[in-house]
């Protein structure tokens, strides 16, 4: 007699309507989570190049700053420096060695439309005394108005956000608020020469506003490079 066997059939089973809704929320989930994770990341590497522009951008100015000071120069009666409380205005050699020439620099707080900023201005080279008087009137009238912008050649250009700004100079041995410097005795053997020479410190405190760069008090030290190193205190 035939042994019927009877072989043990699996029924194949699908996912319940409940199981599916969690595993799609379970994805969702791992998605938002992923999605928060990568959207952390781009915030902060933009924070992180936005701090390394702003602080580029600051030593790229200081290093303007300390060239203009390194390359004030004398001219017969005119004056080398001058600080009223609010513009710093600079006599200097030009950047151009092959063709020897003189320029008015001009740093300042300035508003614009993206707020209070550093600013610094200069002329055209010259080599006159006439076209000095008349970029050093310009220099003036840039900071007090703004004329004397980047029209007719001249530069004006914005540099990094600030609140305040302090001059000291180093005079007599120790640094003293900035002010207008006093003129010396002529030259009996040069009566045209100049009367008026550079202190022999520069001390810049400028005031960084907060941001997602730096921030805070910032205190820059210049020496004639014909001196020695002055006192930090």
């Given amino acids: 007699m035939p042994t019927q066997q009877h072989a043990g059939i699996r029924t194949a089973r699908g996912f319940t309507l409940i199981e599916l809704l969690v595993a799609i929320a379970v994805m969702a989930l791992l998605s938002l989570v992923s999605w928060r994770g990568l959207e952390s990341m781009s915030r ?6 936005q701090r390394a522009d702003t602080v580029l951008t600051l030593q790229a100015t200081l290093a303007q700053w300390g060239a203009d000071l390194d390359a004030v120069t004398t001219i017969a009666q005119t004056r080398p420096v001058d600080w009223d ?4 205005r ?9 063709a020897p020439s003189v320029q008015v620099v001009a740093w300042t707080l300035k508003s614009g439309p993206d707020g209070v900023r550093w600013r610094r201005w200069q002329s055209l080279p010259f080599t006159t005394r006439g076209e000095w008087q008349q970029a050093w009137n310009l220099a003036a009238a840039w900071a007090q108005d703004g004329g004397a912008g980047s029209n007719g050649g001249f530069s004006d250009v914005a540099l990094v956000p600030a609140n305040s700004w302090q001059l000291f100079f180093f005079r007599d041995n120790s640094w003293v608020p900035a002010s207008q410097l006093p003129v010396a005795q002529p030259n009996p053997n040069n009566p045209s ?4 020479a550079m202190p022999d410190g520069v001390r810049l405190v400028i005031t960084l506003p ?3 760069g730096l921030s805070g ?3 820059r030290d210049w020496v004639k490079p014909t001196v020695g190193a002055p006192k930090t205190s």
């Fill in 44 to 49: 902060a590497t933009t924070q992180n190049q």
């Fill in 85 to 88: 409380g609010r513009v710093l």
């Fill in 90 to 98: 600079l006599t200097r050699r030009g950047s151009d060695d092959t």
């Fill in 193 to 196: 020469g100049p009367v008026v």
């Fill in 210 to 212: 907060p941001g997602e």
């Fill in 217 to 219: 008090t910032l205190t």
